[in-house]
Every structure is written in structure tokens, then in C-alpha cells.
């Protein structure tokens, strides 16, 4: 064999080695290498249920369709037996898919609470400046609580939520439901099992993907934080939260930069107009056109209440276009969300974890970087690798990713079981522990506005 020749094959064995070791493995594999949990959803606390948990939705819009989607394939677990809804047209969807009495239907959450208790639970998917009154007043008339996040637009009205929460020892989960993605669950058995030694900081970064920023929150329901909530809350709190979660501590200091650099009147190209459909000059290469992205691509039309017939669609978009905010132009709306915002944290373990969230990217996804004592993580929602530092071992997985779907059902089995066997340690996300990351969030946004370094209160004895 030449000189060249055995070069060559010593390449070859090289790069197939670095193959073996590179080859991408199932949770499974890795759960079985390492010794850990091999369904991370698992739960030998869970039980059948000898009936199912009943319960009155609040709110009959996109997300608390998704919660009710969960008692139609799973009868047995749970009935939405009441509906309330300031929609006509959602109620009676509502009704008619789960045989609904029309005593059960309410047009608006006040009148829930008008008749005495007359089932388990209520789940409150209200817009966010409307979580606040009719969790009380559930919490007030014995009923335990589902409540969409975020909890409530102000530090004052979560806390007051929680002193009621505690006070009356009624269970309130909140729906943070990336705790229940397999990216995030993976990511924290890794992490307690000290597979990478010591947390020592975090990197992470939300890409929210820019057709789905101006959606929600150029033109959409969050597009103004003063009449909903700042997108630190809205959008991120899923973020702080995870974040204290795999830390494990509580958040001590923040400190954020963010604002709206794109979306404003001066970034308005010439020849654009109010609307897209009033004959805009640039709508075609707008790459936030509303007639491409709903009428063209039929994207994102879950907020327009779709006629049932097909051939009703482009008449009743395009009348959404001409009538709503979804048709207005991306630079002349009032919003004032930040389109882009860097938070660091300082947590009181001495972990320090840096958090972007990002609008003017073409993917979704969020990206983790984990830096450990013993070894480090990199995941992108999709796959994941980690090196160790001692045996120069990489080990990478790939995952299916369910982003919120899977997520969405799985909170709601849990808190399904948590209300069934009246025991809010079966859930991962009771206000209790959710409120840390809003605390954190209300923080991060007084510092964006202050330019301070915050401090979280987690306990404070300041009486609300
Ligand atoms: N957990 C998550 O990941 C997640 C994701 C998106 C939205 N959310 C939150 O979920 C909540 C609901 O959001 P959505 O997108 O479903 O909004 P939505 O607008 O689709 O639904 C809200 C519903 O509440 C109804 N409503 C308004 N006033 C009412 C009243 N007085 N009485 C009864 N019903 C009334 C509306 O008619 C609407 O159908 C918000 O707080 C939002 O921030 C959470």
C-alpha cells in the first residue's frame, strides 16, 4: 500500500468512525444509555377516571376550542357541559358540537355565575384584560380553574389571583404549555439528571417568524401592550418560565433592551396604503401582504370564523381584509410591541441565562443553549446535542416536535387528573409556580421602559 493510499484509508476510517459516533439516536436510546425516563410524559400517578371532570368554558375562541377539541377525544376524561361566549356564532359552534342545553349556553362570563355551582371546573380563554374577574368570581363560587396565560395584565392582579388561589386552596393551572412539549421535558431530564453537571447560564432564543409577528402582533389581538399585555408577557412569559424551570431557582435581577424598530408609519413604502386592499403599489411585493397571506395562501384564518362552505372563503376574507385590522398595513397600524428585546437574568443560584426574542426571522422554533459544568447542550426544538467535556463524547437526538399541539393536551390531562383526584401536585404549571415567570416578565418590561436593572420580588409582603 502507497503512502497516499493508507492516508486515504485512514480518512476513510476516521470520517466512518465520526459517522458511528454521530449518528443521531431517539430519545429512547438515549433515555436507555444514560438511565433515564423513557416516556418523559409518563405519569404512575395518573388514574382512570370513574367519570369525567365537567366543565364550563369561558371563552369560545382559538385556544379554548383547542381545550375543548381535547374532551371530544377524550369523553371519558372530560365534558365541557357550559359554554360562554360573547360570540353568537362561536357559542352555537360550541353547543351544537358538544349537545349543549341552551340553559348551559351564556352569552357573556358574568352570567356563569349567576346560577348556583353546576360543574367541577371552568376554563377561562378570554381575551388577556379579561382573566382576572371571572377567575375570581370561579374561584369565589368553588369552581377550580384553568386559565390561559397571561395570567393578568398587571403584577397586582396576579397576585391577587394567587392570594385567592391560596387562600381558598382551589386548584388554578396556567396554561404554560411548553412545559409540556417533549423539546422542554428532554431538555430537563437531561439537565436533572446531571448529565451536564452544574447549570453555570443559558442561552435562548424565541424566533417568532415575521408573518407570525405581524399577525399577532403588528395587526393582531396583542398588536398594542397597552390594551392587551406587553409581548414580554403575551409571547415571552412561555420563555421565563421555561427558563426558571430548567435553573431550578428563582430569578434575581433582569434587565431588557427592545423596542419597535420596523413596524412603524416611517418605514411605510411609497406608493403603500391603508389597507392592502385599496390598491396598495407595493402589496405584490410586500412580503406582508395580507391579500397574499390570507386570501392567496389561506394562512392564519383561524381568527376570521370561516364560513363551513369552501366557495363562501375568498368572498368572506376579503371582506375581513377591507373590515378588520388584518387587512391594514403592517406600517400604519398602532401598535407598539417591540419587535425585537434582549433580557438577562441573573438567578439567585448565580446562573445567568441572556433571552432574545426575535421577529424579523424566517423560522419558528425556539434555540437553547445550555452551558454546564460537565458538558454543554445545544437544541433547536428539533434535534439536540451534547457534548461532554471529559470523554469528548457527543451524543445528538432527534425529536419529534410537536411545538404547542401535543403541549396543549398534554397540560390539559394533567390538570384534568389534578382536578379529579383534588391534588395540584400533578401539575407542572399551577399559578403557584407560574407566577414567577410573569414576575420576571413585568420586571424585564419596567426596565425596557426605565432603563434599570430590576429586581424580581418573588415574595413580597406588600398586601393586594
Ligand atoms: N397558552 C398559549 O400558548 C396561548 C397562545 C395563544 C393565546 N393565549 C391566550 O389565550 C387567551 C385567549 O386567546 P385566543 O387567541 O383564544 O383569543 P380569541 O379572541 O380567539 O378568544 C377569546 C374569546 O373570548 C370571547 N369573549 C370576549 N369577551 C367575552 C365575555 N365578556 N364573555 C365571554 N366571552 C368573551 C371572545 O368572543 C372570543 O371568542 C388570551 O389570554 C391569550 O393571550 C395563550
Known sequence: MSLRQFIASRKLLRSLNMLKENVELKWKEVAELFGLHEDVFENPRHIRLKKPVTVILIGAG?????????ALENPDELKIISVADSNAKRLSRIKSLHHMEDKFCFSNWQDVFKQPKFADAVIIATPDNLHTQPCIAALDAGY???????????EEECRLILKKAESCDQ??????VLRYSPYFRELKEVIDAGLIGNIISIQHMEPIEQVHMSHSYVRGKWKNSKETTPILLAKSSHDTDIIRWLVNSSAKDVHCFGNLKWFTNANAPEGS???????CKVEKSCPYSALQIYLRDKKRLYVFDMPEKKSEWDDHILEQLKTTDYGRCVYRMDNDQPDHLTVNMLFENGVTAAFSMEAHVSYEGRRTRIMGSKGDIFGNMETFIMNDFQTKK?????MKTDAHGGGDHRLIKDWVQAVAQQDKSLLSSSIEVSIESHLMAFAAEKSRLNRTIEEVKVFHDQQV
Open 144 to 154: 377550580d380553574v384553568l386559565l390561559e396565560k397571561p395570567i393578568a395584565p398587571t
Open 62 to 70: 382559538h385556544r379554548g376550542n383547542i381545550y375543548a377539541a381535547y
Open 394 to 398: 457527543q451524543t445528538s437526538w432527534k
Open 273 to 279: 396604503t391603508e389597507r392592502c386592499t385599496d390598491g
Open 171 to 176: 386548584i388554578v393551572g396556567i396554561c404554560h
